[in-house]
């Protein structure tokens, strides 16, 4: 699984949040993940790397999650802009969910929670070629990885991305994953799961409204048009005029 350049818009404008993400996966996990971003401490860049059960390097110092129980008012953290309008963060976590940066790379905000420079990250709808690689690290590197079941709506460690129901999409399609995720310390990301509720959304409701109304008038009309088709009985005359006999040709009924 190959990302080559993730943040392509930051590299088009020299701003340096960018990364490389290559991953491994053995029958839907990642077993070997590797990650490049350029760093102000190392004019060439750093290599984060990890195998499933080996844990995580950069370059070859093993690095950790950041090691708080509970998001810290003064830690940084890294949530998309309208991550907002999908969920409503709890009063708990508002109070102390740290300060927003948003970098504009997946592979570089991973990197930076796998490194503990953030405490964790959220994330709205990545694709699989943006994580494999730095989930796996995140989790060699102490962290955790949530990702928010559809139906169930809750949030749970992440293991196979071809588990229905964790973004997999129905036709089985790996490319078309497509998830929620929080990652970082596994304490700190079950507090900010735990302050996380999915926002209703009017325009959704609107729609699907219309499309149950819509269904019940095709439904209505469609019983009307059968019922217009049946054949009428014929009219039933007045009493006794099946035994009153016709008058002679030439003569009136009256």
């Known amino acids: 699984m190959l990302d080559p350049l993730d943040g392509t818009v930051n590299y088009l404008n020299r701003y340096p949040c960018f990364g490389v993400s290559v991953a491994v996966l053995f029958q839907g996990s990642p077993v070997v993940g590797a990650l490049f971003i350029l760093s102000p401490e190392a004019t060439e860049g750093q290599v984060l790397h990890a195998r499933l059960h080996g844990g995580a390097f950069l370059n070859d110092a093993a690095i ?3 090691d708080s129980q509970e998001p810290s008012q003064t830690a940084l953290l890294s ?3 309208h991550f907002w309008s999908q969920y409503r963060i709890g009063r708990p976590l508002a ?3 740290g300060n927003v940066r948003v970098t504009g790379s997946i592979v570089y905000e991973l990197a930076q929670v796998a490194t503990g420079v953030f405490q964790y990250a959220a994330f709205s709808g990545p694709r699989v070629w943006d994580i494999a690689a730095g989930a796996l690290i995140v989790r060699e590197a102490g962290g955790e990885v949530l990702v928010r079941r559809g139906r169930s709506r809750r949030w749970e460690p992440l293991r196979s991305l071809l588990e229905p129901g964790a973004g997999l999409p129905r036709d089985g399609d790996l ?4 998830a929620s995720l929080l990652a970082g310390n596994p304490h700190v990301v079950d507090y900010v799961a735990r302050n996380l509720q999915t926002r209703s959304h009017p325009l959704r409701w609107l729609r699907r409204t219309g499309r149950l109304l819509t269904s019940r008038s095709r439904a209505r009309a469609r019983h009307a048009q059968d019922r217009g088709q049946e ?5 039933a005359g007045h009493p006794g005029d099946a035994d009153r006999p016709e008058p002679p040709e030439g003569q009136s009924g009256n």
Do not use: E, T
């Open 231 to 235: 054949k009428p009985d014929a009219p």
């Open 79 to 81: 949530m998309p802009g």
């Open 64 to 66: 950790r999650v950041s």
């Open 95 to 97: 109070r102390r969910m």
């Open 175 to 178: 490319r078309g994953w497509s």
